[in-house]
């Protein structure tokens, strides 16, 4: 890949074509460039590439958590359950999970991971639906990236058990203005041309911006005092746990495999027969989840697959802390993560429209992953599949996701 061109704009304006150059080098575990060497087979391949994102994630050691149920009904010809557990680190985690009504199981498992969407005071919530009031913000969400439906709701129908969890920093995993200190709250959401150097006396450690936690039967207009906050919190948060020796997205993951084991340890889910679905936010989760865990039978990943060169170079500003680690371009490109799962089946969804991403390198980042299928000779177990519009898991998606699903986990 040569240099850009230097009237094109990007994200580091003049260094620009510099970081094209980066960008266009091969990582060490880079599949055309293993298996081009001949150096190492597949198995092996997987087995390095899987070791080194662990290595460069740095999660925190693995949680065997016991979920506790809160509250059981039935909802709209579902069983629910209302679950927390308690992980080694932050409040406890509250989840949902979900199963048509009366199913006794053992059912094929599915691990709804919620998206971003620059909201934090709600995670699980965006996706699921399991009461007769919701929320004017979650009902205009659904409908704006779910075709009006609550997607999880809609898999468990099928037959499936569904386990929709909260991770940091979302819902019940959400970071409180009230624990940080008032003068970390008012400089994050002091307009950058107000900031002004800090000094001893304009420290304020013993106080905090309480006010800024809204109770959850606020109007959703009064959600921004909070998502000002937690907006640009994200980024002392990823700062934090860098300081730490870990990173943000190796954070998310273990709370993820912390699920999948609830799941999985579930009498009427079946542990042979698990997958995991998730739109943007939750698409990431599901690469790096379904990349470094083959108890993942079935990977659907919607509005999240592009390359390290589009996140550097154009899409980046917009993307959430929970994607970026430290040298893993050096290793392997970003669909290559979810490559490592080759031959199980995924399933890769995207838009042809979506702001979100440079279409160029969206495409691209699909043909790197058929080209990883189709040399391990497992091309009937992916499918990249673009639909028109912008940024979403519309009706259409979701019903090629859940056939997707069926297929492999036989619901």
């Not at 704006?144 to 997607?151: E, P």
């Not at 009064?222 to 020796?245: D, I, K, N």
Request: aromatic share 10%.
């Amino acid at each position: 890949m040569g240099a850009m061109d230097e009237q094109e704009l990007n994200l580091l304006g003049g260094y620009g074509d510099w970081a094209a150059r980066l960008a266009g080098e091969a990582g060490r575990l880079s599949f055309a460039r293993v298996m081009k060497s001949g150096r190492i087979r597949l198995a092996e391949w997987k087995k390095q590439g899987r070791a080194a994102v662990r290595e460069l994630l740095e999660p925190p050691a693995p949680a065997e958590v016991r979920a506790r149920t809160v509250r059981s009904y039935s909802f709209d010809g579902l069983d629910v359950e209302e679950l927390t557990w308690q992980l080694p680190f932050g409040p406890p985690t509250e989840a949902v999970f979900l199963k048509p009504e009366g199913a006794q199981g053992p059912l094929p498992g599915v691990l709804a991971l919620h998206d971003h969407g620059g909201v934090k005071y709600f995670g699980r919530r965006k996706i699921t639906r399991a009461g007769l009031e919701t929320h004017p913000f979650l009902q205009a969400h659904q409908e704006r990236y779910y075709g009006g439906v609550a997607w999880a709701n809609e898999l468990a129908r099928r037959g499936y058990g569904v386990l929709a969890h909260d991770v940091l920093p979302f819902g019940s995993r959400r970071i409180l203005a009230a624990g940080v200190p008032a003068h970390v709250a008012d400089r994050l959401l002091a307009a950058p041309e107000a900031v002004r150097e800090l000094t001893f006396d304009g420290l304020k450690p013993a106080e905090a911006r309480a006010e800024l936690d809204v109770p959850p039967e606020e109007p959703a207009e009064r959600l921004a005092r909070y998502e000002a906050f937690a907006g640009r919190h994200e980024e002392v948060l990823a700062r934090s746990l860098f300081a730490l020796g870990t990173t943000f997205p190796g954070v998310v993951l273990a709370e993820d495999l912390a699920a999948l084991g609830v799941l999985a340890a579930r009498p009427d889910v079946d542990p042979d027969r698990l997958g995991c679905c998730g739109l943007s936010g939750g698409g990431l989760r599901a690469c790096l989840l379904a990349g470094l865990d083959d108890s993942i039978d079935c990977a659907v990943t919607a509005g999240f697959l592009s390359t390290w060169k589009d996140f550097a170079l154009y899409s980046g500003f917009t993307h959430t802390w929970a994607l970026f680690v430290p040298r893993l371009a050096r290793q392997m490109d970003f669909p290559e993560v979810l490559g490592l799962r080759v031959p199980l089946p995924s399933l890769v969804l995207a838009c042809e429209q979506d702001p979100l991403f440079r279409r160029e390198e969206s495409l691209r980042a699909g043909a790197m992953l058929e080209g990883i299928y189709r040399q391990a000779g497992a091309a009937e177990a992916l499918r990249v599949s673009r639909y028109p519009g912008e940024h979403r898991f519309s009706r259409d998606m979701q019903a090629e996701a859940f056939a997707w699903l069926d297929r492999w986990l036989g619901a």
